[in-house]
């Protein structure tokens, strides 16, 4: 049978790729964003290329209530959900000293927020399924310490790596499994920033992660791995830490 499959923040490079994985796969796709349409628009054409039927959801989930009516849309257009693919996640940089209230409260309700809002209203139809929560961290966000550049995205993704354990835990007895992909520095066109030329230098396989690379482990995680497998946080980095 296909998988139902939600995708939060499928706008975004990574988000673009696991669907287009996903989608050959044959699975029916919940396609979220937030304003990126064209970029979900384009998704969509090529998706519809392989005959893969998918679903526009654009929502803001730092709401809690959008979450909720994302889930329920995606359950009244494809009547159960197989697993959720939490990708949302944007990245802040910033020093400590610059960051302001809002800027703290913007990106842990981004990063963290969204993760749980999203898992709390899918999680019952999870249930049903014996579905698959995949959780989006970094490499090495489960080591505390100091990112002093960007501390609100690093405290929240810590946040998503301990709500991701703990749900592996209260879901492992109804057979649902949680686990988190932890990419390292993904390629993307903003790869010739100072910042970033200097976390390239430094990545022991010599190269930034591709997109697809993510992609094909979302896919194993879905279709083939074992089901002991959760509460795991499976780098994707070339042996580099964040
Ligand atoms: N890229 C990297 O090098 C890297 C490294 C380590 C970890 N990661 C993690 O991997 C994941 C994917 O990263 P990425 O760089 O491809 O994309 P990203 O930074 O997560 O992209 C932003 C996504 O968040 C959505 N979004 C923005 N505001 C939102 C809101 N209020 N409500 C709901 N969605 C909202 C955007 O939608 P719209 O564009 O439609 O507005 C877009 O799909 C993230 O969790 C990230 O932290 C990435």
Same mark, same amino acid.
């Given at each position: 049978?296909?998988?139902?499959?939600?995708?939060?923040?499928?706008?975004?490079?990574?988000?673009?790729s696991i669907a287009l994985k996903l989608g050959r796969r044959n699975a029916t796709l919940g396609l979220h964003y937030h304003h990126n349409g064209q970029a979900i628009a384009a998704l969509q054409e090529q998706l519809?290329?392989?005959?893969?039927?998918?679903?526009?959801?654009?929502?803001?989930?730092?709401?809690?209530?959008?979450?909720?009516?994302?889930?329920?849309?995606?359950?009244?257009?494809?009547?159960?959900?197989?697993?959720?693919?939490?990708?949302?996640?944007?990245?802040?940089?910033?020093?400590?000293?610059?960051?302001?209230?809002?800027?703290?409260?913007?990106?842990?309700?981004?990063?963290?927020?969204?993760?749980?809002?999203?898992?709390?209203?899918?999680?019952?139809?999870?249930?049903?399924?014996?579905?698959?929560?995949?959780?989006?961290?970094?490499?090495?966000?489960?080591?505390?310490?100091?990112?002093?550049?960007?501390?609100?995205?690093?405290?929240?993704?810590?946040?998503?790596?301990?709500?991701?354990?703990?749900?592996? @835990?209260?879901?492992?007895?109804?057979?649902?499994?949680?686990?988190?992909?932890? $990419?390292?520095?993904? =390629? #993307?066109? &903003?790869? !010739?920033? @100072?910042?970033?030329?200097?976390?390239?230098?430094?990545?022991?396989?010599?190269? $930034?992660?591709?997109? =697809? #690379?993510? &992609?094909? !482990?979302?896919?194993?995680?879905?279709?083939?791995?074992?089901?002991?497998?959760?509460?795991?946080?499976?780098?994707?980095?070339?042996?580099?830490?964040?």
């Amino acid at each position: 049978m296909d998988k139902r499959i939600l995708i939060t923040g499928a706008s975004s490079d990574i988000g673009h790729s696991i669907a287009l994985k996903l989608g050959r796969r044959n699975a029916t796709l919940g396609l979220h964003y937030h304003h990126n349409g064209q970029a979900i628009a384009a998704l969509q054409e090529q998706l519809a290329e392989h005959s893969c039927i998918s679903h526009r959801l654009p929502y803001d989930l730092t709401q809690a209530d959008n979450a909720r009516k994302m889930v329920d849309e995606f359950i009244d257009r494809f009547g159960r959900l197989d697993a959720l693919i939490n990708v949302v996640g944007p990245f802040d940089y910033r020093d400590l000293n610059d960051v302001t209230v809002d800027s703290w409260h913007t990106v842990i309700a981004l990063n963290l927020h969204t993760c749980f809002h999203v898992v709390h209203f899918a999680t019952p139809y999870l249930c049903q399924t014996r579905g698959h929560i995949i959780n989006f961290a970094f490499s090495g966000a489960e080591h505390i310490r100091a990112w002093p550049m960007s501390t609100a995205y690093c405290a929240a993704k810590a946040g998503v790596a301990v709500l991701t354990k703990s749900l592996a @835990v209260a879901l492992a007895p109804k057979r649902v499994r949680v686990n988190a992909v932890c $990419p390292g520095l993904v =390629e #993307e066109g &903003a790869t !010739t920033t @100072v910042e970033r030329q200097s976390m390239a230098a430094q990545i022991p396989l010599g190269r $930034p992660v591709r997109p =697809e #690379e993510i &992609a094909s !482990t979302v896919g194993w995680l879905v279709y083939e791995s074992c089901e002991s497998l959760t509460g795991s946080f499976i780098a994707v980095s070339g042996a580099w830490e964040y």
